[in-house]
């Protein structure tokens, strides 16, 4: 099944312009110009990619996956809960990479205990 992306497409293309072309918005994005000039035509793009036209337009990315015609739900359990948490503190992205990449499993086990803690102090509050 071909999905329609004309609407993402016009909405990509106003955002390059107004990025002053190609170039600079493929830049900002994190990607190449060439990838970019792809999304313009239409073409299928990887979900790195929206992710990097996400950040660089500070459009969540499950609002641009909507645009880009994926069907995506709002509540759909901890994924869809953690990429909304993502969108809203891009910052933790990073964080969670480099954590995956350099903590061990005691390292990440006292992380949750952490975060454990604090929600059940938050329960008491």
Not at 2 to 22: D, H, P, S, T, Y
Not at 34 to 41: C, I, P, S
Not at 88 to 107: F, N, W
């Amino acid at each position: 099944m071909q999905i329609n992306r004309a609407q993402f497409v016009k909405w990509l293309e106003q955002r390059v312009q107004m990025a002053g072309g190609l170039r600079p918005a493929a830049k900002k994005a994190g990607v190449s110009h060439a990838t970019l000039l792809r999304g313009l035509q239409g073409d299928p793009l990887s979900l790195k990619t929206l992710e990097g036209i996400s950040g660089w337009t500070g459009v969540s990315l499950t609002r641009l996956l909507r645009l880009y015609g994926e069907d995506v739900e709002d509540d759909q359990g901890v994924e869809a809960v953690l990429a909304r948490v993502l969108d809203q503190h891009p910052e933790l992205r990073g964080t969670l990479e480099l954590a995956v990449e350099t903590l061990d499993d005691e390292s990440i086990a006292q992380v949750i205990q952490f975060i454990q803690f604090q929600i059940q102090h938050k329960k008491k509050s």
